[in-house]
């Protein structure tokens, strides 16, 4: 593991490019803080990625996102309703 240290604060945008900087494997994944993952989050986003060599970066779905990646159909109120709706 490396673990970065800035003396100061240089924002999300520089921290991030440190990171992407430092890494050393095959992925990188770039997750924030507040971020509830679902059941089998990580094995589909690899499979996801794995699936076409064309493929150079990919997303999650949200029902809180502008764009492609919103999903309209996404009705549940609270973190257990959201775990039934991806499963």
């Known amino acids: ?11 999300c ?3 991030i490019n440190q990171g992407f900087n430092a890494a ?7 997750l924030n803080n507040d971020v509830i993952v ?3 989050w990580l094995p589909r986003m ?3 990625a794995e ?6 970066i990919i ?5 809180s996102v502008p764009g492609v990646q919103l999903i309209k159909a ?10 039934e709706f991806a499963r």
Do not use: C, D, W
């Not at 593991?1 to 924002?11: A, C, P, R």
């Not at 699936?51 to 150079?56: F, K, L, P, Q």
């Not at 997303?59 to 029902?63: A, D, E, F, L």
């Not at 996404?74 to 775990?83: D, G, P």
């Open 24 to 30: 050393n494997g095959n992925f990188v994944l770039l």
């Open 74 to 83: 996404a009705t549940y109120q609270n973190e257990r309703e959201m775990h």
């Open 38 to 40: 679902t059941e089998n």
């Open 1 to 11: 593991m490396i673990v970065i240290n800035n003396k100061e604060n240089l924002g």
């Open 51 to 56: 699936s076409n060599n064309e493929i150079g």
């Open 13 to 15: 945008g520089a921290a």
């Open 59 to 63: 997303g999650p779905r949200s029902n």
């Open 46 to 48: 690899l499979a996801a």
